[in-house]
């Protein structure tokens, strides 16, 4: 063949059959998440530019101000009407911006900004060397207890590559109860995740504790990152599709045209049942609920204590959120199938997160122990199947994720010559020694019981009623026992404190700066307000539970 033959073939094969269409984005929606994305590059370009003496304060001040304008953007959004009557499908239907995705996204960015307060912190351990230090190693790439480690605290470096590393994680756990297609569910919890692995390792004290508890999120993420990925998948097979609409309408059966590259495979149920249910047991891992739950209490023990709050309160929102907008807007045809599943796990979640705390003798453990049985808790909630199911897991959420924080902010308070004094043994008296710390950690403690008068009484009582009138009366009742069993430790860790002689070796509490003070405050406040007046949030919940599709 002629090199002219050849041309014109290449020239022929060349010419645009249609023009690629500009993919169109509408930036004032995605707002939230873009002012984080760029806050944690502008965060990276801080630790690179910026002095060593000034990085601290800079990444403070770039982190409050990203979550405070991004929170300032969903609540624009809301008010503009985005989570109800405009609620539709952004950025070419990857993302959906309606009520929970902006009110889940509310929830995560003020339990965030509080977090980051007990981040910043820097009053707890004394000075060394005549510098302030947080709760993050000096210098996260030297080993534990090496002279480079030494030569670190000495020159009083810190880790504050922890203030952009929290923010790529808020922005992914922003995206992942809006995602509307399951590749952009999948690239958000990658996103979410790989910063929390890092963070996790990075404690100043019981580093190597520490590094173990990171490389356990690691491998068992890694696991369940591989299920979400297997699942995807194989309901990419089912459908034809990973849009969330377009997998519902073939669950229906109202799809009929079958793509013929996947004629073999569309509408194969066997797909679908074992597609759905690796996705869920993503899901679930993240969540922290029974099977899926055996990272949960060496992390939180292991973690730095900050992020063990950060990452009890916000990864719960996020995934919970996720989880509802997959059994919801994508899998309601199969409910049938499911719920049976979602009832076993919520009830073994709730009994074996109670009964295993109740031999927890770390403070720590415990609160992980209870956050696995509150797993439990809020998936009654889901299992509801109603409006009002929505809307009392919203509210949940909002209620948990500040009774976390701040109960995880008190225990960083609780000091010894070691750091923190986490044994149980250790808070014997405490309510002697430091009255007010004592008082505050038991408000938070019989949040997390249910006693009536707190937000954990508000938010049971909402999600046990949705759960009742969705046929789920069975689930309530085990919930009820479960909640009782639960108290038992509560109360026993607030009748330590109270009733039992402190030691003379005993604990100090620190006093905190304005920053742990502020988390704690926000904490009691949001935890006594949701408490005693919950209507308006129950109602603003309400309002937004209703899933664009």
């Known amino acids: 063949m002629s090199t002219t033959a050849v041309h014109n073939l290449w020239t022929t094969a060349a010419q645009p059959l249609d023009r690629i269409p500009a993919p169109h984005i509408e930036y004032a929606q995605l707002a939230p998440m873009l002012i984080v994305v760029g806050a944690a590059i502008l965060g990276v370009l801080v630790e690179a530019f910026v ?36 609620a539709h499908i952004a950025a070419m239907g990857a993302i959906a911006v309606d009520g929970p995705a902006l009110f889940l996204q509310g929830t995560i960015l003020l339990a965030s900004l509080v977090a980051v307060f007990t981040f910043a912190e820097r009053r707890l351990d004394p000075a060394a060397h005549g510098e302030r230090v947080d709760s993050f190693a000096a210098q996260a790439g030297s ?31 922003l995206v992942f109860p809006a995602a509307n297609d399951l590749l952009t569910l999948f690239i958000a919890l990658e996103v979410f995740s790989l910063p929390l692995y890092l963070l996790c390792a990075l404690a100043r004290r019981k580093r190597l504790m520490s590094q173990e508890a990171a490389v356990k999120y690691f491998l068992l993420g890694a696991f369940s990152s591989a299920f979400l990925l297997f699942g995807i998948a194989l309901l990419y097979g089912y459908a034809g599709s990973v849009a969330y609409a377009r997998i519902a309408d073939v669950v229906d059966g109202t799809v009929q045209t079958i793509d013929p590259a996947l004629a073999g495979t569309m509408g194969n149920d066997a797909l679908l049942l074992i597609g759905g249910a690796l996705i869920l047991t993503g899901l679930l891992f993240k969540v922290g609920a029974v099977p899926f739950h055996m990272w949960t209490p060496d992390v939180y023990q ?53 009964i295993v ?3 927890q003798t770390d403070i720590k453990r415990l609160l992980a122990y209870s956050s696995i049985a ?32 701040g109960a995880f902010a008190v225990v960083t308070l609780v000091r010894d010559a070691g750091g923190e004094a986490t044994h149980l043994s250790k808070w014997a008296g405490l309510g002697r020694r430091s009255p007010l710390v004592a008082a505050v950690f038991a408000v938070f403690l019989l949040a997390f019981a249910g006693i009536p008068l707190t937000s954990g009484f508000s938010g049971k009582f909402a999600v046990f009623r949705a759960a009742a009138e969705g046929g789920a009366g069975v689930l309530v ?42 988390a704690i405050a926000v904490g009691v406040a949001v935890t006594l307000v949701l408490g005693v007046a919950p209507q308006y949030f129950l109602d603003l919940a309400g309002q937004a539970s209703v899933f664009v599709r």
């Open 143 to 173: 080993v534990p207890g090496s002279d480079s480690e030494k030569a670190a605290v000495k020159a009083g470096f810190t880790t504050t590559e922890v203030f952009p590393l929290a923010l790529f994680a808020v922005a992914g756990m």
């Open 374 to 405: 509150h797993a439990g808790f809020i998936l009654a909630g889901v299992i509801a199947v109603t409006p009002d199911g929505v809307s009392s897991v919203l509210f949940y959420l909002l209620a948990y994720s500040f009774v976390t924080i």
């Open 477 to 518: 009742v085990i919930g009820v026992i479960s909640s009782a069993i639960a108290a038992f430790f509560y109360i026993r860790v607030i009748v330590l404190m109270f009733f039992s002689e402190p030691k003379p070796e005993g604990p100090t509490v620190a006093v905190p700066s304005p920053l742990t003070t502020t």
């Open 357 to 359: 705390a109740i031999t």
């Open 302 to 354: 292991g973690a730095p204590t900050p992020v063990t709050g950060f990452m009890a309160a916000a990864t719960k929102v996020a995934a919970f959120g996720a989880l509802l907008r997959l059994l919801y807007v994508v899998l309601p045809g199969l409910r049938w199938d499911w719920r049976p599943v979602m009832w076993a796990i919520a009830i073994v979640t709730m009994l074996g997160g109670a």
């Open 51 to 86: 002095p060593r003496r000034s990085r601290h304060y800079t990444q403070v001040f770039l982190a409050v101000v990203a979550l405070a304008a991004a929170f300032a953007a969903v609540v624009g959004l809301a008010v503009g009407g985005y989570g109800t009557t405009k």
